[in-house]
């Protein structure tokens, strides 16, 4: 993140340091700059014509302040629960604007989406198609769908992130899909608008990317000899971040590359669904050293942000880069493990990092703005952390630090005979 510095030996980010917000608001605490996440989204933006669409994808950061953010810049979102639809609507976005994935749609989920006026249903399965048509049967109504193809790609990803693939359980089997669209296109209470994809997280080179698009527009195309006319196509999210610096895709490319195989068919709206390129980078965890430990020849340093407050690491094995929040020049590093309070092995930030800490001192784990917070846990009755925004020298508590009563609001004991 370019918003990342130190200023007289300590870590700030945009024009606040890091120590005065973790004085103000405690630790492990998400900080958040609203001038990274607003370039992120301009980086979009700038290549993407404005007759089409970039719907946010909600479960990457889904605090209200960054949706309220985000909604302010024209996004739509991209959701995946009726709990982020209320999100949505709660930040001042409209139903409307959002598409609704996920594959296991409830019941309950569909005809809520449905009253609130969903702007499309991304759906998964030939199930779930006739799922809708029967809830917006029952509410007198055509509900708004596009059909989820899988196009059997191979994304190269983590294989807990990769979707794309025939292995997958996510969207409609290619060689199944154009059944499903002349049952969509036959359906009375289904309004068909669309197809989608998404075939992964973290993938770094734009060929997955356009490899699927241009499977995505030969359906497109089999579909118009039968006479079904789309009105859009969402080809997903997954835009990686350079975590280890390595080399990103390049936005503007891919979106061109995009706009290219689109010239047949200049009515169409496309839509993106980036999460993780837009929030990624753009926040931090910081943490706490609560000690230092020599342990044989291994040093760890154990803080005060676990597995519970951002899982990546534990979960994917994800690196993320941890920096010093205060430089002590001269002082060799040392090669050590970062491991949190979590009684689990597997509760660590990072292993075999260079770095030069002391008990009390901070540290910052970067890139922490995507699937930090919103994966966070309870586990081991730990509150999640405290997030804030911050622009310039401006500082927006974003959520407050979760208490012991928030954790156990909802328990009963039971009574005593
Ligand atoms: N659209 C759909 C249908 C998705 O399933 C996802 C992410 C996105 C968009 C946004 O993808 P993005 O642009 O953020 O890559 N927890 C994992 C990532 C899981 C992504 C799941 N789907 C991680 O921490 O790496």
Known sequence: ???????????????????????????PL?????????????????????????????????NLAILQLLAKQGAWFDIVSAGELKRVLAAGG??????????????????????????????????????????AR??????????????????????????????????????????VFRRAHTLNHIELLGADCHIGSQIMTDAPFLDAAQRMFSLLERLRDEAIELSHLDLGGGFGVDYQGEQTLDVQSYLEGVLELARDYPQLTLMLEPGRAIVGDAGILVSKVEYVKQSDDKQFVLVDAGMNDLMRPSLYQAWHDILPVHERPGVADAIVDVVGPVCETGCFLGHARHLNVQADDLIAVKHAGAYGFTMASNYNTRVRPAEVLVEDDQVWLIRERETFDDLIRGERLIAEE
């Open 138 to 179: 029952a509410l007198k109504t055509r509900a708004p769908v596009s059909l989820r193809v899988n196009p059997d790609v191979d994304a190269k990803t983590h294989p807990y992130i990769s979707t794309g693939l025939k292995a997958n359980k996510f969207g409609i089997a290619m060689d199944d899909a154009m059944a």
């Open 1 to 27: 993140m370019s918003q990342l510095s130190y200023k007289a030996a300590q870590l700030h980010i945009e024009s606040v340091a890091l120590p005065e917000l973790a004085e103000r608001f405690g630790t």
């Open 94 to 135: 409209k139903a409307g604007h959002v598409v609704f994935s996920g594959v296991a749609k409830s019941e309950a989920e569909i005809r809520f989406a449905i009253e609130q006026g969903i702007g499309c249903f991304n759906v998964e399965s030939a199930a779930e198609l006739e799922r809708i048509e029967q809830v």
């Open 30 to 62: 998400y900080v958040y700059s609203k001038s990274q996440i607003l370039a992120n989204w301009e980086k979009f933006r700038a290549f993407w014509p404005s007759q089409h669409k970039l719907c946010y994808a909600v479960k990457a950061n889904s």
